[in-house]
Nanobody, 124 residues
Framework: QVQLVESGGGSVQPGGSLRLSCTASGRTGRGYAMGWFRQAPGKEREFVAAISLNGETTEYADSVAGRFTISKLNDWSPVVLQMNKLYPDDTAVYYC?????????????????WGQGTQVTVSS
C-alpha cells in the first residue's frame, strides 16, 4: 500500500506564494510519476500539474501555466508544487496523486494513489 502525504497548504493574500510538497511512503518499492489536482467548493476536481517519473517532463493546466511549477529531483524524491502569483480563484483543496506509468498524466482515472488533500486559501 502506498500512502501520499501533502504538506505546505495555508492562507495567503492575492499575489502571494505557497509551496506544497508530497511524499510517498509505505511499500513503494519504486518511484512514481506524480500529479496535483484541486477541488474548489461546489466544483469538480480539476487537473493542475503533472510530472514524469524522472522529473524531466511536466504538464500544466492553462489556468496555472506560468505561475505554478511542479518539480521532483529523481524517481524517488518528493514532488513539489511551487505556486506564485496566487489568485482567489486558486482557493481549493489540493490533492497529490501518483500513478504507475513513466509519463505525466492529466486524467484522474490514471492515478490509483491519492493523498488526503491540503487546503489553500487565497484571500485579502
Amino acid at each position: 500500500q502506498v500512502q501520499l502525504v501533502e504538506s505546505g497548504g495555508g492562507s495567503v493574500q492575492p499575489g502571494g506564494s505557497l509551496r506544497l510538497s508530497c511524499t510517498a511512503s509505505g511499500r513503494t518499492g519504486r518511484g512514481y510519476a506524480m500529479g496535483w489536482f484541486r477541488q474548489a467548493p461546489g466544483k469538480e476536481r480539476e487537473f493542475v500539474a503533472a510530472i514524469s517519473l524522472n522529473g524531466e517532463t511536466t504538464e500544466y493546466a492553462d489556468s496555472v501555466a506560468g505561475r505554478f511549477t511542479i518539480s521532483k529531483l529523481n524517481d524517488w524524491s518528493p514532488v513539489v508544487l511551487q505556486m506564485n502569483k496566487l489568485y482567489p480563484d486558486d482557493t481549493a483543496v489540493y490533492y497529490c496523486a501518483a500513478h504507475l506509468f513513466d509519463a505525466p498524466r492529466e486524467y484522474e482515472s490514471a492515478y490509483p494513489f491519492w493523498g488526503q488533500g491540503t487546503q489553500v486559501t487565497v484571500s485579502s
